[in-house]
């Protein structure tokens, strides 16, 4: 049973920083993609990275670049989302996410659509 949990979630003032985790376990993920996206009260799901399992590759939303980071742990099973220079409007719950990589590494890794398994996601509030 494929099980995603995340963590490192809470309360940020705007301008700091938060790293979340995403434990992933129940299968071998070397031929899948893991993504990050979130959701604010009354808005969609909103896609922020994705990065593969194995092997390069990155990608990330044109408002997350420069301020959000990706990373993986092989060993760990894990992928990390570093969060630098919050801000209020980046208040949402984050979930992770994996896929399969059916259509191959393309943008489509930004739609939640294509994404098989997901986290019960994990709440990040930046407020002063």
């Known amino acids: 049973q494929v099980q995603l949990v995340e963590s490192g979630g809470g309360l940020v003032q705007p301008g700091g920083s938060l790293r979340l985790s995403c434990a992933a376990s129940?299968?071998?993920?070397?031929?899948?993609?893991m993504g990050w996206f979130r959701q604010a009260p009354g808005k969609e799901r909103e896609f922020v990275a994705a990065?593969?399992?194995?092997?390069?590759?990155?990608y990330y939303a044109d408002s997350m670049k420069g301020r959000f980071i990706i990373s993986r742990d092989n060993a760990k099973n894990t992928v990390y989302l570093q969060m630098n220079s919050l801000k209020p409007e980046d208040t949402a719950v984050y979930y992770c996410?994996?896929?399969?990589?059916?259509?191959?590494?393309?943008?489509?890794?930004?739609?939640?659509?294509?994404?098989?398994?997901w986290g019960q996601g994990t709440q990040v509030t930046v407020s002063s």
């Open positions: 990065i593969r399992w194995s092997g390069t590759g990155t």
């Open positions: 996410a994996a896929e399969r990589l059916t259509r191959g590494w393309t943008t489509a890794v930004a739609l939640p659509s294509e994404y098989d398994y």
């Open positions: 129940g299968r071998t993920f070397s031929s899948y993609a």
